[in-house]
């Protein structure tokens, strides 16, 4: 069940508790592993298995109001029931008559009273131990010179300070496990925790991934605070764990954190495989921080500890990473080398998802070298075995990999068809890296058929999401293409907002075809606006940046560069 709710603080208009409006203040509620509420010394029957996660949700926001339809997203998923109302309302009902056993029947209720067009549980948030404890790790996490083992024994009883410090690691391992064995079933380097308990979301990606975004800003005070215990095989496996969560919802600077302590405990522990394992989480997280000349070292590194420890499916997926850094580095024909080891080594083992991995990176890799059909072959290779695994999110990304090559070929239809196609296996996965990157590209074609305004529309949801993930780079190069649809709409002054915006961003990300890219549009809006001087500096330093990026995209736009510049000495 995903709970679809931010803990950050109340939403605009959200009904807070107060000392006029609170109930009862004896409740402790515990959501860190079994859901249990106790009223004194005595347990409540919370009843069914919805019921309580009924009241799961509502407890994360104690005091808030959460509306009835996120209520119904988060118990039956995006397609409830036709019942769903009636059946939330039983539910509403039997919590209040357990909950407030000594209510009048005809009495409204103080505790989980109707608000709006939801409910709200009127607790205080430290009667919540998942609460709590939150508030004890950000505590942590900004006292610099003390540890998460401080705050806790600050805080909590002298009797109660291990089982609550193990409860809450577990907790955290379980929801990492349960989101890792739904989103990437072969990231399983580790056991089960050993301690496990029913994950407090829907056994489906989407759900998963939902509930752990909310959960996104204790990861990493939860990792630091494991490590700091001392707890260094909790941590490394925690932060191992997160890896498919971070791949598909990003958040660079938490990623890496998470990857930097979890080596770092590994290293501690003495455990040589580990530490190969979280070599390829770290390398992999640099990657998406853009710290490429550190991940090429990470994945190298990495590579040699799995040709020590004789497992040659694990160096598959190390070189498919050290081709991934290769390709960053603008290095694309060292990227196609990696892959096609990769290739060979996922062949020889018999491994298909390695095998479609490194099909779908070839395929980029031919794309950026400018060799379309190796390209497109080797795409229609990876979606028929992603097809054959049913893996819903391999087979978004290799739609999306033929979609571009289709982009190169001028191929408009076969482009959209495979665009829509993506974005709709990976809003059902719950991918949002990759959904961005798809409506990116969406946006990409329809300005290419002259639909401005569908491509806008496009382009501000991948925007949404670039900036929901902290995702600086995806933020930067689709606020660069959003600049290009406002200068078709003869809208200046949103088109310097955005690259202005884009040129901020892309200071602490930088890339060379991007960077090329923003000072192309810099150069055509100084055109439109009259500044002949200024378009010209910005259009040398965009044919700098595209020479040096050396794929088919940077290429293609120096063609249209030199293509105008004739027609301008010709005229």
Same mark, same amino acid.
């Given at each position: 069940?995903?709970?679809?709710?931010?803990?950050?603080?109340?939403?605009?208009?959200?009904?807070?508790?107060?000392?006029?409006?609170?109930?009862?203040?004896?409740?402790?509620?515990?959501?860190?592993?079994?859901?249990?509420?106790?009223?004194?010394?005595?347990?409540?029957?919370?009843?069914?298995?919805?019921?309580?996660?009924?009241?799961?949700?509502?407890?994360?926001?104690?005091?808030?109001?959460?509306?009835?339809?996120?209520?119904?997203?988060?118990?039956?998923?995006?397609?409830?029931?036709?019942?769903?109302?009636?059946?939330?309302?039983?539910?509403?009902?039997?919590?209040?008559?357990?909950?407030?056993?000594?209510?009048?029947?005809?009495?409204?209720?103080?505790?989980?009273?109707?608000?709006?067009?939801?409910?709200?549980?009127?607790?205080?948030?430290?009667?919540?131990?998942?609460?709590?404890?939150?508030?004890?790790?950000?505590?942590?996490?900004?006292?610099?010179?003390?540890?998460?083992?401080?705050?806790?024994?600050?805080?909590?009883?002298?009797?109660?300070?291990?089982?609550?410090?193990?409860?809450?690691?577990?907790?955290?391992?379980?929801?990492?496990?349960?989101?890792?064995?739904?989103?990437?079933?072969?990231?399983?380097?580790?056991?089960?925790?050993?301690?496990?308990?029913?994950?407090?979301?829907?056994?489906?990606?989407?759900?998963?991934?939902?509930?752990?975004?909310?959960?996104?800003?204790?990861?990493?005070?939860?990792?630091?605070?494991?490590?700091?215990?001392?707890?260094?095989?909790?941590?490394?496996?925690?932060?191992?764990?997160?890896?498919?969560?971070?791949?598909?919802?990003?958040?660079?600077?938490?990623?890496?954190?998470?990857?930097?302590?979890?080596?770092?405990?590994?290293?501690?522990?003495?455990?040589?495989?580990?530490?190969?394992?979280?070599?390829?989480?770290?390398?992999?997280?640099?990657?998406?921080?853009?710290?490429?000349?550190?991940?090429?070292?990470?994945?190298?590194?990495?590579?040699?500890?799995?040709?020590?420890?004789?497992?040659?499916?694990?160096?598959?997926?190390?070189?498919?990473?050290?081709?991934?850094?290769?390709?960053?580095?603008?290095?694309?024909?060292?990227? !196609? #080398? $990696?892959?096609?080891?990769? *290739?060979?080594?996922?062949? =020889? @083992?018999? %491994?298909?998802? /390695?095998? +479609?991995?490194? &099909?779908?990176?070839?395929?980029?890799?031919?794309?950026?070298?400018?060799?379309?059909?190796?390209?497109?072959?080797?795409?229609?290779?990876?979606?028929?075995?992603?097809?054959?695994?049913?893996?819903?999110?391999?087979?978004?990304?290799?739609?999306?990999?033929?979609?571009?090559?289709?982009?190169?070929?001028?191929?408009?239809?076969?482009?959209?068809?495979?665009?829509?196609?993506?974005?709709?296996?990976?809003?059902?996965?719950?991918?949002?890296?990759?959904?961005?990157?798809?409506?990116?590209?969406?946006?990409?074609?329809?300005?290419?058929?002259?639909?401005?305004?569908?491509?806008?529309?496009?382009?501000?949801?991948?925007?949404?999401?670039?900036?929901?993930?902290?995702?600086?780079?995806?933020?930067?190069?689709?606020?660069?293409? !959003? #600049? $290009?649809?406002?200068?078709? *709409?003869?809208?200046?002054? =949103? @088109?310097? %907002?955005?690259? /202005?915006? +884009?040129?901020? &961003?892309?200071?602490?990300?930088?890339?060379?075809?991007?960077?090329?890219?923003?000072?192309?549009?810099?150069?055509?809006?100084?055109?439109?606006?009259?500044?002949?001087?200024?378009?010209?500096?910005?259009?040398?330093?965009?044919?700098?940046?595209?020479?040096?990026?050396?794929?088919?995209?940077?290429?293609?736009?120096?063609?249209?560069?030199?293509?105008?510049?004739?027609?301008?000495?010709?005229?």
């Amino acid at each position: 069940m995903a709970t679809e709710l931010r803990l950050n603080g109340a939403r605009n208009g959200a009904y807070k508790v107060n000392s006029h409006n609170s109930g009862r203040s004896d409740l402790r509620i515990q959501l860190l592993g079994p859901v249990r509420v106790r009223r004194g010394v005595h347990e409540v029957d919370l009843g069914s298995t919805q019921q309580k996660g009924l009241l799961s949700l509502l407890a994360l926001a104690a005091g808030q109001q959460v509306s009835r339809y996120r209520l119904s997203r988060a118990l039956w998923g995006p397609s409830p029931p036709s019942s769903w109302a009636n059946a939330l309302q039983v539910y509403v009902a039997r919590l209040r008559r357990v909950l407030e056993p000594d209510r009048p029947s005809r009495a409204a209720s103080r505790l989980l009273p109707s608000i709006g067009d939801g409910y709200a549980l009127m607790v205080e948030p430290d009667t919540v131990d998942a609460l709590r404890f939150r508030r004890l790790l950000h505590r942590a996490a900004v006292a610099h010179r003390r540890c998460a083992t401080d705050v806790l024994t600050t805080d909590e009883p002298p009797t109660g300070r291990d089982a609550a410090a193990e409860r809450l690691l577990d907790w955290y391992l379980t929801i990492a496990h349960g989101c890792c064995r739904l989103v990437n079933p072969r990231h399983d380097g580790v056991p089960p925790p050993a301690h496990p308990s029913s994950p407090p979301f829907r056994a489906e990606p989407g759900a998963a991934l939902d509930y752990l975004t909310n959960e996104a800003d204790n990861l990493p005070p939860v990792v630091r605070y494991a490590g700091a215990r001392g707890s260094t095989t909790t941590a490394w496996r925690l932060a191992y764990l997160l890896f498919p969560f971070y791949l598909s919802r990003t958040r660079p600077a938490d990623f890496l954190e998470c990857a930097r302590l979890g080596l770092q405990a590994a290293e501690h522990a003495g455990d040589r495989r580990a530490r190969a394992l979280m070599l390829n989480v770290a390398g992999v997280a640099a990657n998406v921080a853009h710290r490429m000349a550190d991940s090429t070292d990470l994945h190298r590194e990495q590579i040699v500890s799995w040709q020590e420890l004789g497992e040659p499916v694990r160096e598959a997926g190390a070189w498919n990473n050290l081709g991934i850094a290769h390709a960053w580095l603008n290095q694309h024909g060292d990227a !196609l #080398a $990696a892959y096609q080891h990769a *290739l060979a080594l996922a062949d =020889a @083992a018999g %491994d298909l998802v /390695l095998a +479609a991995i490194a &099909l779908d990176n070839i395929g980029d890799a031919a794309r950026d070298l400018g060799d379309l059909d190796l390209s497109e072959q080797s795409l229609n290779r990876a979606l028929e075995t992603w097809r054959v695994l049913a893996n819903l999110q391999g087979q978004g990304q290799a739609l999306l990999g033929l979609a571009r090559t289709a982009h190169f070929r001028s191929d408009n239809d076969t482009a959209m068809r495979c665009l829509t196609q993506a974005i709709e296996l990976q809003r059902y996965v719950g991918d949002e890296r990759m959904a961005a990157l798809t409506l990116h590209w969406t946006g990409k074609a329809r300005l290419d058929q002259g639909q401005t305004l569908a491509a806008k529309e496009d382009l501000q949801r991948a925007h949404a999401l670039c900036r929901d993930m902290n995702d600086e780079h995806g933020e930067s190069a689709v606020l660069t293409t !959003l #600049a $290009a649809a406002y200068l078709q *709409l003869d809208d200046f002054g =949103a @088109a310097h %907002d955005c690259l /202005l915006q +884009a040129q901020t &961003l892309r200071s602490h990300v930088p890339d060379p075809l991007e960077h090329g890219r923003l000072h192309y549009y810099i150069s055509d809006l100084a055109t439109r606006l009259g500044d002949s001087q200024r378009a010209i500096t910005h259009l040398d330093q965009a044919i700098a940046s595209l020479t040096g990026a050396g794929c088919i995209e940077a290429r293609r736009l120096l063609q249209l560069i030199t293509v105008a510049q004739n027609q301008d000495q010709g005229r």
